[in-house]
């Protein structure tokens, strides 16, 4: 296994679906038997390994995998859970998967702001990360540990207040719960195992990341293309989002006219465009870029 990197993913669930994703994008070829917990991907020497979220960090830290895609509130509740850093190193911040572990309360409560958390109860799947939170609040409180269903807790009396991760908030109203303060903010990330690798597999992982920088610069970056008024080219350039060095050449046929090319690494929003066409810029497209390279 010295030249092959094994890869720890979540089986089943968003996560699992975003990381498969970004891996197919980055040119692996990934065909998983129903039910396997290993597969071989094509395309690079790479080797996945499907386990459940919570044993991604333990498994990337004793060196069983290479590197490991998990939510940075797994990671973070696992290192807290063992007393002490794993030692497993960041590699790349992902972005997606992104979620906020939140305190939530009874809409019809009287607990709205961390001061009234005091003597309360609060279930919570994150614990550790929970009373490290309380601590640097400075405010005594007890925790509930639950595995699931944390939502339903005030409601069954077992707790007054939950920690939760929130995505859009639409399982809390659901609950008849609010949230009122964030713990932590939280995205995918890609870790590695501390053990000292050859140069081969260092490589390896080069060649992964450079693709897998590829993809997430592609994610935030559009190509633009539209024809201006070769007066108005400077205002119309200015307005580029994130544009480095566009390309501007004459339009064929049309000495007062300029075509302009441009990689815009920033959002593109409807109010620009707008102001394009008032500058004089036609026939605009804005496409979706698949790859990035260099």
């Given at each position: 296994m010295n030249n092959i990197l094994r890869i720890a993913v979540q089986k089943k669930g968003r996560l699992a679906d975003d990381s498969i994703r970004l891996l197919k994008q980055a040119g692996l070829g990934i065909f998983r038997n129903p039910g396997a917990l290993t597969c071989r991907a094509q395309?690079?020497?790479v080797e996945l390994l499907f386990v459940r979220d919570d044993d991604i960090p333990s498994l990337v830290a004793k060196g069983v995998c290479d590197l490991g895609i998990a939510g940075e509130n797994v990671l973070r509740e696992e290192a807290?859970?063992?007393?002490?850093e794993t030692n497993l190193q960041t590699v790349r911040a992902l972005g997606f998967s992104r979620c906020t572990l939140k305190l939530a309360a009874p809409r019809?409560?009287?607990i709205k702001a961390i001061t009234d958390l005091a003597g309360m109860k609060i279930a919570t799947?994150?614990?550790?990360?929970?009373?490290?939170?309380?601590?640097d609040q400075d405010i005594t409180a007890e925790c509930v540990t639950l595995k699931g269903a944390v939502e339903i807790a005030p409601a069954l009396g077992l707790a007054d207040v939950i920690c939760d991760l929130v995505s859009s908030g639409a399982t809390l109203a659901a609950n008849g719960l609010v949230d009122f303060a964030t713990v932590m903010q939280s995205e995918a990330l890609l870790v590695r195992s501390p053990a000292r690798w050859n140069d081969d597999k260092e490589a390896l992982l080069a060649r992964l990341l450079r693709r897998i920088d590829g993809v997430l610069a592609s994610r935030a970056t559009k190509y633009i293309m539209l024809n201006a008024p070769k007066d108005a080219i400077e205002d119309i350039t200015a307005l580029l989002p994130g544009a480095d060095a566009p390309t501007i050449m004459p339009l064929a046929g049309r000495d007062d006219q300029m075509a302009v090319h441009a990689v815009c690494r920033e959002t593109i929003f409807?109010?620009?465009?707008?102001?394009?066409e008032a500058r004089g810029a036609h026939a605009i497209l804005?496409?979706?870029i698949e790859k990035m390279m260099g």
């Open positions: 395309g690079l020497p807290l859970e063992a007393l002490a019809d409560g009287g799947s994150y614990p550790e990360i929970l009373k490290e939170f309380l601590c409807w109010d620009t465009l707008e102001q394009l804005v496409l979706p």
